[in-house]
């Protein structure tokens, strides 16, 4: 059977698309730019197709078409949670279409709100946090008004809305937090990490010429660091990543025999610098440290190459509490497979590069050391750093050392590696960060992906392995710079700030404010919750014990939400609810008051059921004061209202 449900007002059409784009909104922003535009502008263009015109059940098909070919050639056609969420923004962005009444209405809020929700399986930051909210709270006063439209009565002013809104939303909101800090949580999340997280560029096992080019546009942050003590200065804040050594004449990758193999020894040099890394998650196991880690922490483990790996994939923000020192001597006596490796050149490669490396070991003689030297004043002296270089040939170092003589850290560091070798000095490429941003809030540092880098280390005898940047010799301000370098740190020149430092200090405050959020919130992990009454003496929650008190807590705030609930239905004016207490009260005899009957009707008829009583003369007063204005007896009249009881006997 059709229900027919009463049709929707101008009022209100504008309201239900107002939420469907609150609530698209946060979903849009985790996806594909091009998916995002295209899904906001078809979300916009139905909505006012949709005002006045029913829109035809083709154009609807065509337009549910287009949407699965754009998240095709998108993001491909395997299923997976982002395309399903790409499939939720397209659903949403034609489900107006089909609003016409009261009940689409509904059902259009429904749907919308599984958006803001979807946008958490894609990201949990801050602003999310706050556009989902927003969402919600629009849902919730389209729904009273909806409420109020169906029954015919005069909508609430906007502020009035607002309250019971907000008192609905925090009656909710200590359920919602005992949920949060209680309910046990798995080790890594359920769904894994988004695949634009696992496609966002980031430090790998290799490095091949042009791969970088991603990486050097993304200024994400990739860790941020605090440091318990003295802090590196910018020429040691190098951070450590994969070691890169077999070369195949295009890509350089890890060499298997480091991989889980027992780190050399190490002879620190002071100082040692005390510090933790806050790294995001990423779809690898690589880790980073400051050159060079002296263990490895808990969860990772430290390779023969003095590179940090874990057991998993680092899916989730973590925390790494680390000590590093630079080395008087890394590795002084190298292993002859390990100086195979380190010399290694494919053959029918890089010609020229090969001949230059052998006259110089010539007139260098055993001088390896002078070999490294002559090569970054080369360096130094005719190389230029530019990221807008020109696809690789075969002979890539040749063309870079040779013809186009630019380039940026991936050439130098390579082409280095492949000179040195060539002229008899082991050598490999490592990867990693470089610098960093001191952000001045939070008194840390933060290192973006743009900071990634890759440089050089080379064997000389007595000292081991020893770290050589080529690309600090042409551009050392694109490895050392700090923000006070590129804005000006003028926090004691009473001048202020320009535009420029005044905007750093926002997006500073920004990432600052970020941080507090990943501490509070992302990083809260089945670690930290299993630890969460440490502090009153109970060392650990075995997720039984987490459970038990969830459903304490959830019972507690259960039955304060109905006891506030229950609060919230009574009489606000004490004088009528005395006087419907008395109706109470001759309701148990049969003589209460009906619908339609006013007070003094009322009275009147016991009276004559119940001759004697003076309900009557309450009533009268009852109606001056209620009606009339004449509050002067209220305090008497409330005091004999409840007194007052119903006279025994019969009805006559």
Not at 155 to 183: D, I, K, N
Not at 378 to 405: C, M, N
Not at 575 to 581: D, G, H, K, M, V
Request: glycine fraction near 8%; proline fraction near 7%; include cysteine.
């Amino acid at each position: 059977m059709k229900i027919n449900s009463p049709a929707l007002s101008a009022g209100s059409r504008a309201w239900i698309n107002l939420v469907t784009v609150l609530c698209l909104l946060p979903l849009l922003l985790q996806l594909p730019v091009t998916l995002a535009v295209v899904f906001g502008i078809t979300t916009l263009l139905v909505a006012l197709w949709s005002w006045r015109n029913a829109m035809p059940l083709p154009l609807r098909l065509l337009l549910v078409g287009i949407m699965l070919a754009c998240i095709y050639w998108q993001m491909g056609a395997r299923p997976g949670r982002d395309s399903g969420c790409a499939l939720l923004a397209a659903m949403l962005a034609i489900k107006s279409s089909e609003l016409r009444n009261l009940r689409d209405a509904r059902s259009l809020i429904g749907f919308a709100l599984f958006a803001p929700f979807a946008a958490f399986l894609l990201d949990q930051g801050p602003g999310t946090l706050l556009m989902s909210a927003a969402a919600v709270v629009a849902a919730l006063l389209a729904l009273q008004r909806l409420a109020d439209e169906e029954v015919g009565i005069a909508h609430l002013p906007p502020r009035a809305q607002l309250r019971t809104v907000g008192r609905l939303m925090l009656l909710a909101l200590p359920l919602a937090l005992s949920a949060f800090w209680l309910v046990p949580r798995l080790p890594t999340p359920l769904w894994g990490t988004p695949e634009r997280a696992v496609s966002r560029p980031g430090l790998s096992g290799s490095m091949q010429p042009g791969g970088w080019i991603d990486l050097m546009a993304d200024d994400s942050p990739a860790l941020r660091v605090e440091f318990f003590g003295p802090v590196p200065p910018q020429d040691q804040r190098y951070w450590r990543g994969p070691v890169l050594t077999r070369f195949d004449g295009r890509r350089w990758t890890r060499l298997e025999s480091q991989l889980y193999g027992q780190p050399p020894a190490l002879r620190p040099a002071a100082p040692r610098w005390d510090y933790q890394i806050e790294y995001e998650p990423t779809d690898r196991r690589e880790l980073v440290a400051l050159d060079l880690p002296l263990q490895a922490p808990n969860g990772a483990h430290l390779d023969a190459d003095y590179s940090l790996s874990t057991p998993q994939p680092l899916t989730a923000l973590s925390r790494w509490r680390m000590q590093s020192s630079a080395a008087s001597a890394f590795q002084a006596e190298l292993p002859a497979p390990l100086r195979q490796q380190a010399l290694q050149l494919p053959e029918g490669f890089n010609p020229r590069t090969l001949a230059l490396a052998r006259q110089w070991r010539d007139e260098a003689g055993n001088d390896q050391a002078a070999l490294v030297r002559r090569s970054l004043d080369w360096i130094h002296r005719e190389f230029a750093y530019t990221l807008a270089t020109p696809l690789a040939g075969r002979h890539s170092v040749d063309e870079f050392l040779f013809d186009q003589k630019a380039g940026y850290c991936e050439h130098f560091s390579a082409a280095f590696v492949v000179l040195m070798r060539g002229a008899g000095v082991p050598a490999r490429v490592v990867t990693g960060y470089a610098g960093g941003v001191r952000n001045r809030f939070g008194n840390y540092w933060v290192v973006r992906r743009l900071d990634a880098h890759a440089w050089a280390e080379v064997w000389l005898p007595q000292r081991g392995w020893v770290r050589v940047d080529p690309t600090a010799a042409v551009a050392p301000e694109r490895i050392y710079d700090t923000l006070e370098d590129r804005l000006g740190d003028n926090d004691t020149g009473g001048t202020g700030l320009d535009l420029a430092g005044r905007w750093g200090s926002l997006l500073q405050y920004g990432d600052y404010l970020r941080r507090g959020w990943n501490t509070a919130v992302l990083s809260f992990n089945a670690e930290r919750q299993q630890h969460l009454l440490s502090a009153i003496g109970i060392k650990q929650l075995n997720p039984s014990q987490l459970v038990a008190l969830f459903a304490g807590f959830a019972a507690l705030t259960l039955g304060l939400m109905v006891w506030l609930l229950a609060r919230g239905e009574r009489q606000r004016d004490p004088l009528l609810r005395a006087w419907q207490r008395l109706d109470r009260r001759y309701q148990r005899l049969g003589l209460g008051r009906e619908p339609f009957e006013t007070a003094s009707d009322w009275a009147r008829r016991v009276d004559r059921e119940r001759p004697g009583s003076d309900l009557l003369a309450l009533s009268q007063r009852f109606t001056q004061a209620r009606y009339a204005g004449v509050r002067s007896d209220v305090v008497s009249l409330l005091a004999d209202l409840h007194r007052h009881r119903p006279k025994p006997g019969v009805r006559t």
